[in-house]
């Protein structure tokens, strides 16, 4: 089932795309002193006098944390974008960003401003937004269902390997120096140039081009290269269905998206498991990272080559998700993956408060920072992406996109913002905040998440419409009624392409 182009589309898609995420969310790192010190004698040339203590952690903060704004502002205008231009399109014009956001922060430095670097990160998120709701659109749109957990784990794969880059960059022998770090940030044009020259080569979306643009031609070449052989009338067929018992492949909105009865609880399932992907802790134990090395008694310059090992552990965790998704499913992963984490973070919680009792404490605790990350990867890193391309139909995957991305990103700000005060009110309690997000999540998928394994998106969506309380012809009388064409009138229309010789004669 893995053909060439398969492969090349998963792997390209995710290095101009969910790699740079990754990268960026570790990259200010290793630089953080150095880009401080910039701030600081840049505000002394311009003005005369040193920026005080609070104004500096204030640019800071809104170095890192605006990021997360752009973010949302990519996952806002994500959905017209895959509808006008197509998902391939969107993720290779994508790049244009990338690249802006690149210039501008490496030559930061040598034009004397932290504006542009500021300015750099707010773009380099809008990049972010758009490609991590581009990208698993497109991944779950060209994949046999047999194999689409797994294809779309390698978004999930590329973050942490995008994580475990940033902070093998960030080196003191490579780009962790005070004159190197603007390469930190110009390094982020090598993943976009090879998107933007690879991916143009490669088909668009077979769903897309069959359902939206009414293109049986191209979706079936499509098909075609993505699976490897010939005869797709199967999967032409199957999309087909999908297309007649949905009545009409219009784009819903957003608020016609919330008002579909039939979807109710998928939207809450993807509101949920995006909201604990973010507030589950795991952005608050980078931030904790270096004091619990430096309390287990490791020698401070030796902390950033230790750190390297949350990122490898973070990469192997992934990569296993990705080989057993489609033999254990969906639900084990994302539910033991919260459970797990439940468990360390309350064991983590009793090894700070009693490290400095008990001598072999802290290498308790960095064990536990080491399996919560794992435990992520193993479910939570990667499997929401994936259950939100596999909830909804065609007409609505991007609104739904969209949702995902806004609670994606809302959730990431507000880690940001509010961790210092929880952290400084609770201490070493503050962890028991998060074990009890992913207690309530596990608890919560475990009542009501379904397992989305080897399964259509049309069986996917009947097994939550007992839950919805409507049936799923119920739902379709009701969609775009002045709209919607007949299923007779449909068939009609694709019997004639096919008398037109647009695709091979017997798909009907």
């Not at 956001?101 to 972010?128: N, Q, V, Y």
């Not at 999908?242 to 979807?263: C, D, F, H, P």
Request: net charge neutral; glycine share 8%.
């Amino acid at each position: 089932n893995w053909s060439g182009s398969l492969i090349v589309a998963s792997l390209t898609g995710a290095f101009g795309s969910s790699f740079l995420y990754g990268y960026n969310l570790s990259v200010v790192n290793a630089p953080a002193g150095y880009i401080k010190k910039f701030y600081n004698e840049t505000w002394e040339r311009r003005y005369g006098f040193s920026v005080d203590e609070g104004t500096l952690t204030l640019l800071w903060s809104i170095t890192v944390s605006i990021f997360a704004i752009g973010g949302l502002v990519g996952a806002i205008i994500v959905t017209p974008i895959v509808k006008f231009f197509g998902r391939k399109c969107t993720l290779v014009l994508n790049n244009v960003f990338a690249v802006a956001a690149a210039l501008l922060m490496s030559l930061s430095l040598l034009a004397g401003s932290f504006e542009m670097l500021i300015l750099g990160r707010i773009i380099m998120g809008i990049d972010a937004g758009i490609s991590l709701s581009a990208l698993p659109m497109y991944l779950s749109e060209i994949s046999p269902k047999e194999i689409r957990g797994s294809l779309g784990q390698v978004t999930a794969i590329f973050i942490c390997i995008g994580v475990f880059t940033g902070q093998v960059l960030g080196l003191p022998e490579i780009f962790g120096q005070e004159s190197r770090w603007p390469f930190l940030f110009g390094a982020i044009i090598v993943p976009s140039l090879i998107q933007a020259v690879i991916l143009p080569f490669l088909p668009e979306s077979p769903r897309y081009l069959l359902l939206e643009k009414h293109d049986t031609s191209k979706a079936e070449k499509a098909f075609q290269r993505f699976l490897g052989k010939d005869d797709v009338s199967h999967e032409i067929e199957e999309v087909l269905a999908e297309s007649r018992v949905q009545r009409n492949t219009k784009l819903v909105s957003i608020l016609q998206l919330l008002r579909t009865r039939a979807v109710r609880w998928q939207i809450v399932t993807v509101v949920v498991t995006m909201g604990c992907y973010q507030l589950c802790g795991l952005n608050a134990i980078w931030y904790y990272t270096n004091n619990i090395f430096s309390e287990s008694g490791i020698n401070h310059e030796t902390i950033p080559y230790v750190t390297l090992s949350t990122g490898a552990v973070e990469t192997l965790a992934a990569v296993f998700s990705g080989l057993v998704i489609e033999r254990l499913g969906r639900r084990p992963l994302l539910i033991g993956g919260f459970g797990l984490m439940t468990v360390f973070f309350a064991v983590l919680t009793v090894s700070l408060t009693l490290q400095n009792s008990v001598h072999w404490l802290p290498y308790l605790s960095i064990f536990c920072i080491l399996a919560i990350i794992a435990s992520f990867c193993i479910g939570p890193g990667g499997i929401p992406f994936v259950l939100t391309g596999e909830f909804f139909q065609q007409s609505q995957r991007p609104a739904a996109f969209m949702i995902a991305g806004t609670v994606n990103w809302l959730s990431n700000f507000a880690v940001g913002l509010l961790f210092p005060f929880i952290q400084a009110g609770l201490q070493t309690y503050c962890f028991l905040v998060f074990a009890g997000i992913c207690f309530a999540g596990a608890t919560y998928l475990f009542f009501v998440l379904p397992e989305t394994k080897n399964k259509t998106f049309h069986e996917i969506s009947q097994a939550f419409a007992k839950r919805n309380k409507v049936t799923l012809e119920m739902q379709e009388m009701k969609h775009y009624p002045g709209e919607r064409k007949s299923s007779e009138e449909q068939e009609s229309n694709f019997t004639s392409s096919v008398d037109n010789g647009e695709t091979k004669k017997g798909i009907v």
